[in-house]
T-cell receptor, first 113, second 113 residues
């Protein structure tokens, strides 16, 4: 069935360093890949997304890359700040038209001052 | 728009009682999703609707769980009877079908004692 694997499960970095989170998906028909950030006690919020016809997308300090052949995509955060500390979820959406998202298990990122 | 609205924010109930969670999607969104979040299982898709019609309820854990969407602006998730292992945060999310990300509600934190 559909599956999204996410690594690492926890990530600890020093402020100013870069952080990379990687995901792989199983459904080759997946065509939309969002990333969500969830702060403690809050809802997941969309921070960046990429569609299958694009290889890379950047928004200030965050970027996402997609390798369709290998079926994996990654989130890159540069110049990390303490407020980047949160749980990050990747997700993959199939082509069914109903927008069903399959989420990865999440990565808990801790940015230390 | 006020976003996706869920109620109640917190619910504490005794084992065996019926619990009803409510969701109002963003106006104009025609896909609605119910997720359950726990530390052990992450974000699990329970059921989703498109144009008020249930499309896939294969994620509903047991017959004790049921969901309805009587109109485009309201959905309920009911657990009857509730059990302690149902304790979790339940999120509702909505989107426009045809591809794209979700907007999540603030969630309902359910505790069954």
């Amino acid at each position: 069935g559909e599956n999204v694997e996410q690594h690492p499960s926890t990530l600890s970095v020093q402020e100013g360093d870069s952080a990379v989170i990687k995901c792989t998906y199983s459904d080759s028909a997946s065509n939309y890949f969002p990333w969500y950030k969830q702060e403690l006690g809050k809802r997941p919020q969309l921070i960046i997304d990429i569609r299958s016809n694009v290889g890379e997308k950047k928004d200030q300090r965050i970027a996402v890359t997609l390798n369709k052949t290998a079926k994996h995509f990654s989130l890159h955060i540069t110049e990390t700040q303490p407020e980047d500390s949160a749980v990050y979820f990747c997700a993959a959406q199939g082509a069914s038209g109903y927008n069903k998202l399959i989420f990865g298990a999440g990565t808990r990122l801790a940015v230390h001052p | 728009d006020a976003g996706v609205i869920q109620s109640p924010r917190h619910e504490v109930t005794e084992m065996g009682q019926e619990v009803t969670l409510r969701c109002k999607p963003i106006s104009g969104h025609n896909s609605l999703f119910w997720y359950r979040q726990t530390m052990m299982r992450g974000l699990e898709l329970l059921i989703y609707f498109n144009n008020n019609v249930p499309i896939d309820d294969s994620g509903m854990p047991e017959d004790r769980f049921s969901a309805k969407m009587p109109n485009a602006s309201f959905s309920t998730l009911k657990i009857q009877p509730s059990e302690p292992r149902d304790s979790a945060v339940y999120f509702c999310a909505s989107s426009l079908s045809g591809g794209g990300g979700y907007t999540f509600g603030s969630g309902t934190r359910l505790t069954v004692v």
